[in-house]
């Protein structure tokens, strides 16, 4: 923690940045909460550790923190990919944005996208085996089993919309369920509603998503969203070789194709 | 009792798929009557919520078919929608959706025989699969049940 | 009215049965997979014991997270609506916290304000509201700032309070609480005293502030941009307080049509969403997060206690435990208070 808050304070009085988006103590001894330290005081209340879920890429594309200056963000492996992410998709800018990544107690300074990558680089890509072995039991059940699964945690979802705000890439500054001109999704948290409302969420992901979890970790109903986008990025991964945030050359794999692309389905 | 009549709608493009379903017609070539075809511009604008809100208005069976690749009258347009529904039926089929309702084809302008025995054999296959009940239906279409009590 | 009596753990499942016979759906905390929601229970043991809250909060009985106002089909120029009959199911909501039991005055100063609201009024009139005293606390937990406490009777029509594990003292407050009790008087023994125990069993749950004198200080903040925006520095823009909320009653009305026919249905919504405030000229008056997060915090302290005369937040802590990025509504209350000082 010491590593942290030291490289936190000797940017913020070095002036390389002026907020240090990280972590600090939240409400109960397993809470965190995001903390923008601006001076070298509040940069003590900087702590990390693994009930740290909110992805804190989410915090540099608002308004109000943009405004503060040049920032740091403090993260994982996710967090950076979701810099990469930005940097595809022409959100942020190379080098004013440092990464300060986490890991085992150690810290790095990041200070540009080819950093990041080449950290990314040297690190285990994708889905834990953990997280892969649980998506394959998902997918492993019968359509039945998953229709009755799927079709019951969908009915719960009360449309907070947490998943889209705690997500650092729904971004849009209108979304698909703000447009009535046409109601595209239904406004109401109804079965048909919310079966769309995920599936777009995940389908508007599918080879943007970096698996940060911060979906699921935000949803006040418990309903595990973050398996929608994980099945889409395999698929993403396994037809396109497609994989969010691991290089800024890397282009989104929805909007190119290539003539060969293959298929088992299509009469 | 009536056998039953599946519903499908067919998402087509308007160069190719729709351009081959006139040819079924004009080549009076006998097929079965219930699909309702839509025809947009090109497979690469049909957004895959179409499906989702066909089969929230009561549709059985959806058919999505446009021009072959490389044949795209917008060039590139269908090898986009290629790409979306590889990922798109993937996410249905994940979720339990039963991805034999569903029917992607390539039906070029000239093939009004390949679009007449496309829509019978999803037609036979949709009505051996039955009404398609569990789907969600969308408030305020036709699908919806019956007013409850509040 | 309040006659307090002995009610034996044990005879629960009676009284429930006696309530089933009696037409009355029973509602109450029961654990599913990771969850404990609000749901009928099978059996008395499937109520949930052991956790000081439930996620979500039980207004959906009464303010559903939508309603079908009406329903219509054109054809041609005639118009014909349909619309729902207003005809409520007798429930007992059993074993809510006493918090749970206040909110639902301010739900009511809200839906009867002026033009009374039917569908409210009905559930709300066939609704019994059982309430267990809390015994344990958590740091999210703050009524006794706003007026509660974790024995406090208001809104309960019966209040049961575990004196241990055997017995609950059960205190009947009204009408529908005598009738509820008369479904099955066998089960309840005089008190013999016993209501002097209550305080002993309850939670203590610390005064943070005091929402009298917050009303009062509250108003004065109101420019304080720097403050507003410092505290909701980390807000997200979600709708998870608002809808976990006992006394968030916000909706929206929206028409869902296909072609000739729809429903127009009303929907929860958050002040908390940027869409809240827009106006259809593109003008949004609380275009930025901090003014969002003024309002939900004046509203809920200042301008419903001046205007409705109820408390905008029961401090049941819901919002707190649900919150993304640990908003904690009320140590932002606390902090806010102590700028009087």
């Not at chain 1, 397993?30 to 509040?42: G, I, L, Q, V």
């Not at chain 2, 599946?6 to 070539?29: E, Q």
């Not at chain 2, 093939?111 to 007449?116: D, H, L, P, Q, Y």
């Not at chain 3, 309603?67 to 909501?93: C, K, Q, W, Y």
Request: aromatic fraction near 8%; include cysteine; charged fraction near 20%.
């Amino acid at each position: 923690m010491e590593l942290l808050r030291d490289k936190a304070k000797s940017l913020l009085t070095g002036g390389a940045v002026q907020v240090v988006i990280g972590y600090a103590a939240g409400s109960a001894t397993d809470r965190f909460r995001p903390h923008f330290a601006r001076s070298a005081d509040d940069a003590d209340r900087l702590i990390f550790g693994e009930g740290c879920r909110q992805n804190l890429a989410v915090y540099l594309l608002k308004p109000e923190v943009r405004a503060m200056g040049k920032a740091a963000v403090v993260g994982g492996p996710t967090t950076l990919r979701t810099l990469l992410q930005y940097a595809v998709e022409n959100q942020i800018a190379d080098g004013l944005v440092v990464a300060l990544a986490l890991e085992d107690g150690r810290v790095e300074e990041l200070t540009s996208f080819a950093a990041v990558e080449e950290y990314l680089a040297q690190r285990p890509h994708g889905l834990s085996d953990g997280d892969r072995a649980e998506l394959e039991q998902h997918a492993a059940r019968s359509q039945k089993d998953r229709w009755a699964y799927w079709s019951a945690e969908l009915a719960r979802c009360i449309r907070c919309y947490a998943c889209r705000a705690a997500c650092p890439l729904c971004y849009c500054e209108q979304c698909i369920t703000e447009n009535n001109q046409p109601q595209w999704v239904p406004v109401a948290s109804d079965a048909f509603g919310n079966l769309e409302w995920n599936v777009v969420r995940a389908m508007h992901l599918a080879g943007r998503c970096v698996n940060c979890g911060s979906c699921a970790a935000a949803c006040p109903e418990n309903i595990r969203i973050d398996l929608l986008n994980q099945v889409l990025a395999q698929e993403a991964m396994t037809q396109f070789g497609a994989e969010a945030g691991y290089s800024v050359r890397k282009e989104y794999a929805l909007s190119v194709f290539k003539p060969d692309d293959k298929e088992t389905f299509i009469r | 009792m009536a056998e039953f009549e599946p519903k499908i709608i067919a998402f087509v493009c308007n160069w190719c798929t729709y351009a081959g379903a006139d040819l079924t017609g004009t080549s009076r070539i006998h097929y079965a009557p219930n699909v309702r075809v839509v025809r947009l511009p090109c497979t690469g604008r049909i957004d895959f919520m179409l499906i989702l809100q066909a089969f929230g208005q009561g549709a059985d069976g959806v058919i999505v078919s446009g021009c072959h690749p490389g044949d795209c009258h917008y060039t590139a347009g269908n090898f986009h929608a290629r790409r979306r529904w590889m990922l798109f039926r993937r996410l249905l089929d994940f979720v339990g959706i039963d991805v034999r309702r569903v029917t992607f084809s390539w039906v070029s302008a000239a093939e009004g025989a390949k679009w007449a025995e496309l829509v019978n054999s999803v037609v036979a296959d949709v009505r051996t699969l039955g009404p398609y009940e569990e789907f969600p239906q969308r408030l305020g279409g036709p699908g919806q049940k019956p007013l409850e009590v509040a | 009215m309040s006659e307090s009596s002995i009610l034996q753990r044990a005879s629960l499942g009676a009284w429930l049965e006696a309530m089933g016979r009696a037409g009355q759906r029973v509602l109450a905390p029961v654990r599913e997979a990771d969850r404990v929601v609000f749901a009928t229970p099978s059996a008395p043991d499937q109520i949930a014991t052991g956790f000081v809250q439930t996620p979500a909060s039980a207004k959906a009985v009464v303010f559903p997270p939508y309603d079908e106002m009406l329903r219509f089909r054109a054809n041609g120029e005639d118009v014909h609506v349909e619309e729902p009959s207003i005809a409520a199911e007798p429930t007992v909501l059993f074993g809510v916290r006493p918090c749970d039991a206040a909110s639902f005055a301010t739900l009511r100063a809200v839906f009867t304000w002026d033009s009374p609201d039917a569908w409210f009024e009905a559930r709300m009139a066939s609704l019994t509201v059982i309430s267990v005293s809390c015994t344990q606390c958590d740091e999210y937990c703050f009524c006794t700032s706003v007026g509660g406490g974790p024995g406090s009777t208001q809104g309960s029509d019966i209040l049961l309070t575990p004196l241990d594990d055997r017995r609950w003292l059960a205190e009947v407050l009204t009408e529908k609480g005598q009738a509820a009790a008369a479904l099955a008087p066998q089960l309840f023994a005089p008190a013999n005293g016993e209501a002097a125990n209550k305080e002993k069993v309850l939670a203590h749950v610390p005064v943070r502030f005091e929402a009298k004198e917050f009303a009062q200080w509250l108003p004065s903040l109101f420019d304080r941009t720097d403050v507003w925006k410092e505290q909701s520095l980390r807000c997200l823009g979600c709708g998870a307080c608002a809808f976990v909320c006992p006394t968030c009653s916000c909706f929206d009305i929206q028409d869902e049509r296909v072609r000739d026919q729809g429903t127009r249905l009303r929907c929860w919504d958050s002040c908390g969403f940027r869409l809240f405030t827009l106006h259809a000229s593109g003008h949004n008056p609380r275009h930025v997060q901090s003014e969002r997060w003024r309002q939900r915090v004046m509203h809920k302290f200042s301008y419903q206690p001046e205007r409705l005369g109820v408390t905008g937040c029961v401090g049941c802590g819901r919002c707190s435990r649900a919150c993304p990025v640990d908003m904690n509504l009320g140590e932002h209350v606390r902090m806010l208070s102590e700028m009087s000082v």
